[in-house]
């Protein structure tokens, strides 16, 4: 059974940095893209990045110039950085997972096959 497993969420101070986690089990990373999206409360889930086979990745562009999406192949493992976080960014973060035959990624929620549980990110001021 294909799965994605979320870590690495915490309360942090405003301006501080996280680095959140996504780990794939029951598959070939191969044979996957992996996503980060985020729902704040209140509001509807939020294409973050993703990332394909072969290094691919796609970065919304309100948050390239503070979250640093990278992936570890050897370890099914993609990564979140997060810097400089604001109060704005507490939501729960998800990571999905999309069965593809090529090296891209989709932002889209419907496309995504598998979901995590999500884990908390909490920022304070």
């Known amino acids: 059974q294909v799965q994605v497993v979320e870590s690495g969420g915490d309360l942090v101070q405003a301006g501080g940095t996280l680095t959140l986690s996504c780990t794939l089990s029951?598959?070939?990373?191969?044979?996957?893209?992996l996503g980060w999206f985020r729902r704040a409360a209140g509001e509807g889930r939020k294409f973050i990045s993703c990332t394909g086979r072969d290094q691919y990745e796609a970065t919304k562009p309100e948050f390239k110039r503070r979250f640093t999406t990278s992936r570890d192949n050897t370890k099914k493992t993609m990564y979140l950085r997060m810097t400089n976080l604001k109060p704005d960014d507490t939501a729960i973060y998800y990571c999905?997972?999309?069965?593809?035959?090529?090296?891209?990624?989709?932002?889209?929620?419907?496309?995504?096959?598998?979901w995590g549980q999500g884990t908390q990110v909490t920022v304070s001021s």
């Open positions: 999905a997972a999309q069965q593809r035959r090529d090296p891209y990624c989709s932002g889209s929620p419907g496309d995504q096959h598998t």
């Open positions: 029951g598959a070939n990373l191969d044979l996957y893209a």
